[in-house]
């Protein structure tokens, strides 16, 4: 295309201008398009062709054309054989100067169809040569349209889901349409700076380009690369936003938190076990090779983080970008980004800066009157740095012109700092109350989740609902999709300034305290004075770690302290004093038996002692509790892993907790019967509490959100349900004794989850839990003694998702076709399981079905073809070797597996099966058998018939049909070629022949493909096909060949092979 320009959004008379062969779609198909974009608010102009006669199209139609802010092309087979259709294209390329203004649809047709015009529109193409020979030109310029928009990434339906495949044509339009000109807000007069990040990116090259923007801050950089991210992710295979990785680096773990958050971002798996750093480096080395993904590395300052999340570019799939913001340019030198790919952000000029300002100050694009005067002066103080002039404009909005003055003689009088005076305006301009807080989250609490801090604040008085809220009008604080404070960095060094100005030499005369060598000293001399008001320490150490070691009078001068955060702090001589004004005590690892005895924390809001040596919970409170003053305040309380605390206490005193984490507390014992009866308590964590046996007999806790009992290896009876809790919605269960549940469970009826995981005594659940009508995943996996599908759960209509794997039952009733919203249904590794019933059709919703492991099961219902909704199906591992017709049919299907479908049958099924063949049966492997149809298949993406014993000619020649098919797993079976059609696998991405011993030789293979592994197949003579690749797909191939024998005898492959393992080895 010519232009990729983001300016100039056209905001015609029509969102969106809808094209088509009428009749090719008309029958639904449009009607239901046009229908789902309108009910989203995008108003389309559909060409109804009644008024198509052979004609020019009208100028109406033109004008409709080139005012519609996109263009949606229904392709469909007959769509060349219209003239006005062809016109119509044209006018929507010459029209349109960025591909993301031209949505295509093909609709039962290829884009490769299009591309080169044959078949249907190669004839088409024909006529219209044959008609228009005196005007071959016209031909021509339609020729190229198609071409052009046979080249843009758009949508392809063929047999799928059509109430599926429009929804997310519509919602992918709505985002385009409805909040593209809400993202470019950000970016009001700073649009060349996405110009020139979007010429960087060249997102129509097919490498994995790395791109750094570059610049001091508050230039910003990290706005830009939001906006970027948010305009763009959906044209990826998935993306990755890390925030601010200089900061989350610095602090103990977090480095793994980045590498999990990267992988649950692009491959949406959210349980992945990362034991260090170099772990996550390997994993996500090797796990996105063949996804095109978009990363964005926020805030960068060490070239080792990059190396521990994108060190280098083989990590990612063709196509993939990965940017990078920095103050640093060196380190994107050092990590080898491109010099021509570096960004390097500079302030803006006067136009921008004031056209930037003013949606700040004005709301509009330009001052009027007396402000145009007192704009220049602002402009000429922030001198184009868009966070200074976000601030300044987010104070004086709404304010007077004597007002602006002022503020503008206060940036006067502190010349030496400009940047720094003119953040400190807007602070100046805050109650005592908005200052307290912003310097609170400058110094403690940026990064932490809104809700928490509130809670702690409001227990200081600070009233910070409207205090935060209105930081965030000020654009002095942020809040994001996790209800997460920010705060930009200039903004944050701003605060901490300020409080070091209060004592620049004597951190103990200081407000808060924050940095650890500070902390430290006055802890180690005491030092600190009634001034300190906060200590936090964010830093965690390990647990043999001493970060110091305090004199029983550290605190004693600290009347005032409200918030203290420390961690592996020892106290070898007792301690003395606690301010009775704490309203958070957070304590990691403190080494005492009890808390001071004077103390009485009346205020306190967040009492954290995790891994202390605390014994008794109110021991330290005894004074308090003398007076019977109950602790109004208390919100949470954390003891976590503080394996000396034996009971719990009277919990009556503290009515409103919400919050009680005793996760890991060993040797606990006792639940006062007080805690089953609290009003207030929203969570209770007992996990791993392997120590306890029982619980009080009753249980009636009416804001009760979340029980977690598990791991308590002991504990084999829940208490009894009293009364009705409404507000539970997840009890967790597992690894528990529990043999069996209460009756009175059925009062537990907004229950959305029940995880009852490795309940080994568990043999049923009872029928009153056929009350639980709101749960939507139940857990039974690992629960051995359950023989026998319980009756109750074909009454739990809400049901999603079911785990069953691991238990003992044999068959499921026929009755599970009343679980009609159920999801996904997990059977692995069900040992007894023998039949599935006819009536799993009737499971409208099931997506994922996995039966793996399930080694008497020697067939799944013929039926199961008919559900449509299916997309997984794994049936690895079982007795299966003929499989039914219909699954080959699945057209919706996108990941099956065979894997491990061989071994001997069990001799009565093969004797009822072939009598003929009695005397020549033996207990040889029994191969699977494939369907010699496998274009059904239309969807598939993965298929794995890896150690299926297949033989040459097993895999039939229609695998070459499976059009969407990503990945192929072959290993270890005993063909000795391959089909020759897997060529036409034009999506195939990766194919594993691992252990393939009698393979001799590979077919040639199509040009998406960059992995294949061939470690062991010993009888590999040749590669000559797979290294006749193009120079585009060469950096991209990855071939694994270790034992590869018969190769040895090439030197020059051989020696290409050795350069590759090196290069990936690194």
């Known amino acids: 295309m010519a232009s990729t320009s983001f300016q100039n959004v056209s905001h015609g008379e029509y969102d969106a201008f809808l094209t088509f062969r009428g009749e090719d779609t008309r029958k639904g198909f449009i009607g239901h398009l046009y229908t789902a974009l309108n009910n989203k608010g995008i108003y389309v102009f559909r060409d109804d062709k009644q008024l198509e006669k052979g004609g020019s199209i009208s100028p109406n139609l033109l004008k409709a054309i080139e005012e519609s802010r996109i263009s949606i092309i229904v392709l469909s087979k007959n769509y060349a054989s219209s003239t006005w259709c062809l016109d119509e294209l044209l006018k929507i390329v ?113 490498d994995v380009r790395m791109i750094g923007i570059w610049g001091m801050g508050g230039l910003g950089k990290t706005t830009l690369a939001k906006v970027f991210y948010d305009l763009m992710s959906h044209e990826f295979d998935g993306s990755s936003f890390l925030a601010d990785v200089r900061e989350k680096s610095e602090k103990e773990g977090n480095e793994i938190s980045l590498q999990k958050q990267l992988l649950s971002d692009l491959l949406k798996l959210s349980d992945y076990s990362i034991q260090n750093v170099y772990d996550g480096i390997n994993i996500i080395g090797s796990r996105l090779q063949r996804k095109k993904v978009l990363l964005i590395i926020d805030d960068v300052a060490d070239v080792e983080q990059l190396q521990r999340l994108v060190g280098r570019r083989d990590w990612f799939g063709p196509g993939s970008r990965i940017l990078i913001t920095t103050r640093d340019r060196q380190l994107l030198v050092a990590h080898e980004v491109d010099e021509e790919h570096i960004l390097d952000l500079d302030v803006l000029n006067n136009d921008e800066a004031l056209q930037f300002f003013s949606t700040k100050a004005f709301k509009s694009h330009q001052p009027m009157g007396e402000y145009v005067e007192l704009s220049k002066r602002v402009l000429e103080y922030a001198g184009g740095l868009p966070l200074a002039l976000k601030v300044l404009g987010s104070f004086l909005i709404g304010r007077s012109a004597d007002l602006w003055r002022s503020a503008l ?25 908005e200052k307290k807080i912003f310097l609170d989250v400058a110094c403690f609490f940026k990064w932490k989740n809104r809700d928490g801090v509130t809670k702690i604040l409001e227990g200081c008085g600070f009233s910070p609902v409207i205090g935060i809220e209105v930081l965030i009008e000020k654009s002095l604080l942020t809040v994001d999709d996790n209800n997460t404070l920010g705060m930009h960095d200039l903004l944050q060094e701003l605060g901490q300034l300020i409080v070091t100005r209060q004592s620049p030499e004597e951190p103990g005369k200081r407000s808060r305290i924050w940095r650890e060598e500070e902390v430290r000293q006055v802890l180690t001399n005491n030092t600190g004075g009634e001034v300190v008001e906060g200590i936090i320490v964010n830093a965690y150490f390990p647990e043999n770690e001493v970060y110091l070691s305090a004199s029983a009078k550290a605190f004693s001068q600290m009347t005032n302290l409200r918030l203290l955060k420390i961690s592996n702090v020892q106290l070898p001589r007792g301690l003395e004093y606690l301010s009775n004004r704490l309203r958070l005590l957070d304590w990691r690892r403190y080494p005492l038996k009890s808390l001071p005895s004077n103390l009485q924390l009346d205020e306190i809001v967040g009492f954290k002692m995790c891994y202390s040596r605390i014994e008794e919970l109110w021991k330290g409170f005894k004074l308090l509790f003398c007076f019977q003053q109950p602790l109004n305040m208390l919100r949470l309380m954390k003891l976590s892993h503080s394996e000396n605390l034996i009971k719990t206490p009277d919990f009556t005193k503290v009515p409103n907790l919400e919050e009680l984490d005793l996760e890991g507390c060993t040797r606990l014992r006792e639940i006062h019967q007080s805690l089953l009866r609290h009003n207030k308590l929203i969570l209770l964590n007992l996990k791993g509490c392997t120590s306890l046996t029982t619980l009080p007999g009753e249980i009636f806790m009416k804001s009760l959100k979340t029980l977690v009992l598990s791991g308590c290896l002991k504990l084999r009876k829940l208490p009894r349900v009293v009364g009705s809790m409404e507000c539970l919605r997840e009890l967790l269960l597992d690894e528990t004794d529990i043999k ?21 005594n568990l043999e049923t659940l009872p029928i009153t839990a056929s009350s639980l009508k709101c749960l939507r995943t139940l857990t039974l996996s690992g629960c051995s003694k359950i023989v026998k599908f319980p009756e109750s759960v074909i009454s739990m209509e809400d049901l999603s998702e079911l785990f069953l794997d691991g238990t003992s039952i044999a068959e499921v009733p026929s009755s599970i076709e009343l679980l009609t919203r159920l999801e996904l249904l997990n059977l692995n590794d069900c040992r007894s399981l023998v039949r599935l019933p006819s009536s799993i059709n009737g499971l409208k919703s ?87 149809s496998l274009s059904g298949l239309c969807s598939l993406t993965k298929l794995d018939i890896s150690d299926c014993d297949l033989g040459e000619g097993a895999i039939p020649s229609s695998i070459g049909d499976l059009c969407s098919l990503e990945e192929l797993h072959l290993s270890g079976n005993n063909f000795f070629t391959l089909p020759a059609s897997i060529y036409h696998l034009s999506k195939l991405s990766s194919i594993d022949l691992e252990e393939c011993k009698m393979l001799q030789n590979l077919p040639r293979l199509p040009a998406s493909i960059h992995w294949i592994s061939l470690d062991g197949c010993v009888s590999l003579k040749t590669l000559s096909d797979v290294l006749n690749l193009n120079e585009h797909q060469l950096p991209y191939l990855h071939l694994p ?25 690194e």
């Open 94 to 206: 010459e029209c349109k100067n960025r591909e993301d203004q031209i949505f295509p649809i093909f609709y039962e047709v290829e884009p490769t169809v299009v591309r080169k015009q044959t078949t249907c529109f190669g004839e088409a193409f024909a006529k219209h040569e044959e008609f228009f020979k005196d005007n071959i030109e016209k031909v021509q310029k339609w020729r190229h349209a198609l071409k052009v928009v046979a080249n843009i990434s758009g949508w392809e339906f063929k047999d799928s889901n059509e109430s599926e495949f429009i929804e997310e044509i519509a919602n992918v339009i709505f985002r385009k349409i409805r909040l593209e000109p809400e993202i470019l807000k950000e970016l009001v007069g700073m649009e060349s700076r996405l110009e020139q990040l979007r010429f960087l990116m060249g997102m129509g090259s097919n």
């Open 409 to 433: 003689e206060r940036l006067k009088k502190d010349p030496s700092n400009k940047i720094m005076s003119i953040l400190q305006i807007s602070f100046e301009g805050l109650q005592d109350s």
């Open 740 to 760: 069996k549940l209460p009756l009175s469970i059925k009062l537990l009826f907004k229950l959305v989850l029940l995880n009852l995981k490795d309940c080994r």
């Open 846 to 932: 099931l997506k994922t079905l996995n039966l793996s492991g399930c080694f008497k099961l020697e067939n799944v219902p013929e039926t199961i073809g008919q559900v449509e909704s299916l997309e997984i199906l794994d049936i690895s591992g079982t007795a299966i070797r003929q499989p039914q017709s219909s699954i080959f049919l699945m057209k919706n299907l996108k990941e099956l597996s065979f894997h491990g479908c061989k071994g001997s049958p069990s001799s009565a099924s093969w004797f009822l099966r072939f009598p003929i063949n009695l005397m020549r049966w033996s207990s040889d492997p029994v191969a699977l058998s494939l369907s010699s």
């Open 1041 to 1065: 060949c270790v034992d590869c024998l018969k190769l040895a005898g090439n030197y020059d492959l051989a020696l290409s092979l050795l350069k590759e393992y090196i290069k990936n080895s």
